[in-house]
Nanobody, 121 residues
Framework: QVQLVETGGGLVQAGGSLRLSCAAS?????????VAWFRQAPGKEREFVVW???????RYADSVKGRLTISRDYAKNTVYLQMNSLKPEDTAVYYC??????????????WGKGTLVTVSS
């Protein structure tokens, strides 16, 4: 079983930056474990933000392309989300997720509890 803990959320002004971290424990996330970030804004459904497979391939939601960047450090068993040029509409709880293996399509086998990002205008 994998436990995921997100940190790094907070309050930032529009145009600012934050870096979220997602630390995994219980098992090492390897190249066989795709990872992803999702977010849920107040009153809205959870939505996809970005996905990364074990070979470094990525896919981003159109709304965040060019502003948010996913990365992972295998040695630290940690996934990151660098968030630049933040907008008020980026305000949400951000969730880290991982799969137990590469299923072909991301399933979200493991989830963190989320970290709140608030962007003020």
């Amino acid at each position: 079983q994998v436990q995921l803990v997100e940190t790094g959320g907070g309050l930032v002004q529009a145009g600012g930056s934050l870096r979220l971290s997602c630390a995994a424990s219980g098992r090492t996330l390897s190249s066989n474990n795709p990872v992803a970030w999702f977010r849920q804004a107040p009153g809205k459904e959870r939505e996809f933000v970005v996905w990364m497979n074990g070979s470094g391939g990525t896919r981003y939601a159109d709304s965040v392309k060019g502003r948010l960047t996913i990365s992972r450090d295998y040695a630290k068993n940690t996934v990151y989300l660098q968030m630049n040029s933040l907008k008020p509409e980026d305000t949400a709880v951000y969730y880290c997720a991982a799969d137990a293996r590469d299923w072909g399509a991301f399933r979200g086998d493991y989830w963190g509890k989320g970290t709140l990002v608030t962007v003020s205008s």
